[in-house]
C-alpha cells in the first residue's frame, strides 16, 4: 500500500484550504485534490479519535468559510423561511452525541479494484459531536403538513470525476425524512470533541446522523430545505446509492444505516508473531445500534471463539474487543478472521452484497500473520 505522508504545504486548489497548517502527518494521503484522508490503525486504539488523527472525505474543495459572511438558511415547506448566524445558533439548545463516523467506501481495497478511492480499514472514528439538534431548529421555522424530507445542502462544489452525466458543478447535498430528521440525536453540530469544527472537518456546521454512514453527515452546511416531495440528488440516487433487488421499481435508493463490522487493529496484516505465545487480539466493532457479540476464528471459520467486549455499550459506537489467543505452536502462515452480531441480530456477511457497487463493505475480512 502507497502510504505517502502528508506533509505541510500542499494546498488542495487555489481559494481552497489545504492541510497545511493542519497536523496532518498522523493522516494517510489517499487523494491530493481534492483532499481525502484517511486514519492509521494506530490512531484508531482509544474510545475517542482525536481531530487531527481523524479521516478526511471530501467530493470538492475545502471551502473556506468565514463567520462574517456565512449564515444557515432554512426554507422551504416551512411556515417561515429562517436565517441565523452562527452566534444564534450557539445560543439554541445543544447536546452532545457520541457517534463512530464510517465511510461507506471503508474497506474498499477489500474489493480488489472497484472504482474509487481505495480506503484500507481507517476511514472512520469516534467522536463527540456537540451542536443545536435539528429539530429545533425545525421548530423555529415550523414545518408544513406536507413536508416529506429535508435536504442540506453544503458550501461546496464542483464536478463529480467519472460522470458525464453531471454538465454543471453542484453541491454536495443529501435528505432525510421527515422521520429520521425529528430523532433528538441528528445535530446540527458545530463541536468536535469540545473544539471548533475545523475546516475540514465542516467549520462552522456540520449535519451529524448517528447510525448512518458518514456521507449523510453533511460538512459545511449553508442551506436546509424541508421539501414536500422525494429528493433526487446526486449523492443520494446515482452515488452513495444501491440496488435493492427486492424492489420492482429499480430505482436506486440511497444508502442510510451502517451495517453490522469489526476490524482487527492487533496484529496488523503480515505481523510476526511468536510461536507457542499468548497474544492480544486486539479490535473495534460497530453498528447502528449496538454491538452484542464479536466471535474470532484462526482457522477460516472451520471454528469460532467469543471475544471479550470492553468498556461500556454505546448506541451508534464502536466497541473495543480483546480475545487471548494461544498462537499455534508450528511456524507458518495464519489467517484470522472477526465476526461481530449486533443487539438486533444482525451479523456480518461472509461476502460482499453487490448491489452496494463499492460501498458497505462489511464482510469478513483476513488479516494474515506469520507465525515464527
Ligand atoms: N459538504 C460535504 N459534506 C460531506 C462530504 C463532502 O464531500 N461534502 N463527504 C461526506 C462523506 S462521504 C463522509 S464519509 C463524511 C466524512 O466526514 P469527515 O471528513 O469529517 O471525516 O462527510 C460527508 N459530508
Ligand atoms: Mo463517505
Redesign the pocket.
Known amino acids: 500500500m502507497d502510504e505517502r505522508e502528508v506533509k505541510g504545504g500542499a494546498v488542495a486548489s487555489e481559494g481552497a484550504v489545504g492541510p497545511e497548517g493542519c497536523e496532518q502527518e498522523e493522516l494517510i494521503l489517499r487523494e491530493q485534490a481534492p483532499l481525502n484522508l484517511e486514519s492509521r490503525l494506530e490512531n484508531l486504539e482509544t474510545f475517542i479519535t482525536e481531530n487531527n488523527k ?7 474543495p475545502v471551502p473556506g468559510l468565514e463567520l462574517t459572511s456565512w449564515k444557515l438558511r432554512l426554507e422551504g415547506s416551512v411556515e417561515r423561511a429562517v436565517d441565523l448566524s452562527y452566534d444564534e445558533l450557539l445560543q439554541l439548545p445543544s447536546r452532545t452525541v457520541a457517534f463512530t ?1 464510517e ?2 467506501g471503508n474497506s474498499r481495497i477489500f474489493l480488489h479494484g472497484a472504482k474509487g478511492l481505495q480506503w484500507a480499514t481507517g ?1 472512520l472514528g469516534t467522536a463527540q459531536w456537540t451542536g443545536v439538534p435539528l429539530f429545533e431548529v425545525l421548530k423555529l421555522s415550523g414545518v408544513n403538513s406536507d413536508a416529506v424530507e429535508v435536504v442540506f445542502e ?1 458550501a ?1 462544489s464542483g464536478i463529480p470525476v467519472d460522470e458525464p452525466s453531471v454538465k454543471s458543478a453542484i453541491n ?1 447535498s443529501r435528505s432525510l425524512s421527515i422521520e429520521e430528521a425529528m430523532s433528538p440525536d441528528v445535530l446540527l453540530a458545530y463541536k468536535m470533541n469540545g473544539e471548533p469544527l475545523s475546516a ?3 467549520f462552522p456546521l456540520r449535519l451529524i446522523v448517528p447510525g448512518f ?3 449523510a ?4 452546511l449553508q442551506r436546509i430545505a424541508v421539501t414536500n416531495r422525494r429528493f433526487h440528488g446526486f449523492y443520494q440516487t446515482v452515488d452513495y446509492a444501491f440496488l435493492n433487488s427486492e424492489d420492482a421499481d429499480g430505482a436506486r435508493k440511497p444508502i442510510k444505516n451502517l451495517q453490522v463490522k469489526s476490524m482487527l487493529i492487533h496484529p496488523r496484516e503480515n505481523e510476526s508473531i511468536v510461536r507457542d505465545s499468548r497474544y492480544r487480539i486486539y479490535g473495534a466493532a460497530w453498528s447502528a445500534g449496538e454491538i452484542a457479540k464479536v466471535d474470532f476464528s484462526c482457522d477460516e471459520g472451520e471454528s469460532w471463539q467469543p471475544a471479550k467486549l470492553l468498556g461500556e455499550s454505546l448506541s451508534n459506537c464502536w466497541r473495543f474487543f480483546e480475545f487471548d489467543w494461544a498462537a499455534p505452536s508450528q511456524s507458518g502462515k495464519c489467517t484470522l478472521w472477526t465476526r461481530a452480531t449486533d443487539a438486533a441480530g444482525n451479523c456480518q456477511p461472509f461476502e460482499h452484497d453487490d448491489n452496494c457497487g463499492s460501498y458497505v463493505i462489511n464482510f469478513v475480512t483476513p488479516v494474515h500473520v506469520n507465525i515464527e
Open positions: 481523524f479521516y478526511v472525505r471530501n467530493h470538492f463516523m465511510c461507506a476511514a453544503g461546496d454536495f475540514l472537518h465542516g454512514y458518514g456521507m453527515s453533511v460538512k459545511w
